[in-house]
């Protein structure tokens, strides 16, 4: 809805007069809010039109301090009070059952540091997990744990950019080829876990 009929409207509701572009009312001075002529209200077409849907919506737009930069849009910010973590190494678990690895996996694939993988690994466990051999078990393993960015193993299953070379194996095949959706499934969550309680496909 545009702003200057609801004014106007606003208007007439109570009752004031509302002058035409260049007309002034007799007495009338510059002023910051509604004009007075008298004990009748004026409100000027002039004044009506500086009260844009900019300022109505919003009174903290008009404020120009409350504007807020995420970090890095600054030239100037150098960057160099950014301390980075290392992580310790990935180191294959020879000391678990592959039952418990199995459940391990199950669990990482579906708490990630991102809501996409979250739901792809998910569904990819739930497919694949439960038919891997122990060296698949370990090739899945370092695939999820040892890259620090979640968003690279995202790009590497679909493709969007190529994997390191020592991710190139066949479970990343597996899992690039359940990234195309070839069966066009709608996946939008991870999957319930009562399907832990039914047979094996």
Known sequence: MAVVPVLFTLARVRGWRVLGLGQAAPGWVPSSSVVT?????????????????????????????????????SPTDSQKDMIEIPLPPWQERNDES??????????????????ENCILLSLF?????????????????????EPSNDWDIYYWATEAR????????????????????????????????????EEPR
């Open 162 to 197: 190529p994997a390191p070379e020592v991710f190139e194996n066949e479970v990343m095949a597996l899992l690039r080829d359940f990234t195309k959706n070839r069966n066009r499934e709608q996946r939008l969550r991870a999957p319930d876990l009562e399907y832990l309680l």
């Open 37 to 73: 002529e008298g004990r009748e209200p004026v409100l000027p077409a002039v004044q009506a039109k500086m009260w844009s849907r900019h300022h109505l919506s919003s009174p903290l737009r008009s404020v120009t301090s409350f504007r807020c930069f995420h970090r890095g849009e």
């Open 125 to 145: 466990a739930k497919e694949h997990l439960h038919r891997m051999t122990e060296k698949q078990l370990n090739l899945y393993d370092r695939l999820i744990n």
């Open 98 to 115: 592959i039952e418990i690895k199995r459940a391990r996996l199950l669990y990482e694939s579906r708490k990630r540091g991102m809501l």
